[in-house]
């Protein structure tokens, strides 16, 4: 669509621009590099994130291009109702930053200073059998491996929009920009490009909608939307006046379970670099979150008028954004603006190599395989397997039609519901027993696979909910059958204390 409306002058603008994005990219993975001398300095930037860097990474590795693609259309097509899934990822955030993250970053150092979720549980519950560990790490590598081809998907869509390139191109283009700096820098290179990333998806959508709007006509957002169909400003109702069951609105709002277990996003809170620093990066990544969705459904509802006063239509509303940005702005001004979305997907692209190739480095060949690989082993293994990755998931992205799509769709529920629960009630009850996790980790993974084969009454619930709920229930019935050994709950109680103390 870009392409076909812009010269070939306009064309290199863009071009130009999105080179100099990329090159500053991985000039600050070139950085990064330099700073990165061991495993847990790739893995976690030995702990030395400030409260800056920590949100806004944090912030950006959890929306994706989601925020730009995926949240404005749906806007587009069905106004206020999408305001229930912000409600819920707002909450959602402010919860885990307030409840989680502190004791996540004290309890990840205490024990082992463990580097990675999975190493975690098994420190926690004293696993010698690293059972809990490596079932973790499976985990991981299985629903990543599907989340981050889906990103190579994007990415190879939005290259070829704009540049006009193949997809099979554009895929491979995009996947090598991506894991030139995660190779090399590791987590400092993607927290410091995600804060640039960061920064730059909020302004473009604050940016967008604001001009966009001051070429229509006079009059307040509300009322043209009104115009156009007035069912679209009832949060309650979808866009044809149809009530909303409490069964959808439960849907939407439970997105925001979803935080408690997501990997690329819990490693930044252990990587913060002190307990204390999690208050004010708390206030900056909910500041950061609200603007950001607020504006991201700004945008599918000013492009509505705007589409509406131009007389088109879409059919992808997905990309309302990049039709805003191609119709309004000056190909360079555009180019920067289109940047925000590859942003967007680079930055959760990035996290989820870098978490996937912890988990395999980390988890599998060390806790497994080589028990006694030293630091700067562990480090070539995990760069090895970044790569090993990236071109599995590229090749899975390159299969026309390919189910990854499909998958994904439950990925965010399936990484909540394993290791949501899991956590959460390790970080406050001293009696919960590695049998306890192991079978919240599984039965919570489990369930949101098999609830999504069904549809129909009940079955209409996001499979987050049932996840969530049955994955609690098994830990607090196991671990009661299965009491932890008094070394564990001795341990627990006395860092629980510390925290309490400050």
Known sequence: ???????????????????????????????????????????????????????????????????????????????????????????????????????????????????????????????????????????????????????????????????????????????????????????????????????????????????????????????????????????????????????????????????????????????????????????????????ALLCALSVGLVGLVFTTEQGTSLEDSETIFMVLVSAVFHPVVAGILLAAILAAIMSTADSQLLVSSSAFANDLYKALWRRSASPTEVLWVSRISVLAISVIATSLALVPGSSVLGLVSYAWAGFGAAFGPALLISLYWKEMSKYGALAGIVVGGVVVVLWKQVSGGIFDLYEIVPGFVLSSLAIVVVSKMTPPHPDVADNHQEIHQTIEKG
């Open 1 to 291: 669509m870009i392409t076909n409306t812009l010269n070939t002058s306009d064309q290199i603008s863009l071009i130009i621009t999105f080179i100099v994005y990329l090159v500053g990219m991985l000039l600050i993975g070139y950085w990064a590099w330099t700073k990165t001398d061991s495993s847990a300095d790739y893995f976690l930037g030995g702990r030395s994130l400030s409260p800056w860097p920590a949100a806004l990474s944090a912030g950006a590795s959890d929306m994706s291009g989601w925020l730009l693609l995926g949240l404005p259309g749906y806007a587009y097509l069905s106004g206020l109702e999408a305001s229930w899934i912000a409600i819920g990822l707002i909450v959602g955030s402010w919860l885990n930053w307030r409840i989680l993250a502190k004791r996540l970053r004290v309890y990840s150092e205490r024990l082992g200073d463990a580097i990675t979720l999975p190493e975690y549980f098994s420190n926690r519950f004293h696993d010698t059998s690293r059972l809990l560990q490596w079932v973790s790490a499976i985990f991981i590598l299985l629903f990543f491996l599907f989340y981050t081809s889906s990103g190579l998907v994007a990415g190879g869509k939005l290259f070829s929009t704009v540049f006009g390139f193949s997809y099979e191109w554009a895929v491979i283009i995009g996947c090598l920009c991506i894991v030139g700096y995660t190779l090399f820098g590791g987590f400092l290179a993607v927290a410091w490009t995600d804060l640039v990333q960061g920064l730059l998806m909020a302004a473009a959508l604050a940016v967008v909608p604001i001009i966009v709007w001051t070429d229509l006509p006079a009059g307040n957002i509300s009322d043209h939307v009104h115009a156009i169909n007035p069912e679209l400003l009832n949060p309650f109702t979808d866009n044809k006046g149809t009530p909303l069951t409490f069964i959808a609105i439960a849907s939407l709002l439970a997105w925001g379970l979803g935080y408690f277990g997501q990997p690329h996003i819990l490693t930044r809170f252990a990587a913060v670099r002190t307990a204390a620093d999690i208050k004010p990066a708390r206030r900056i990544a909910i500041g950061w979150t609200f603007i």
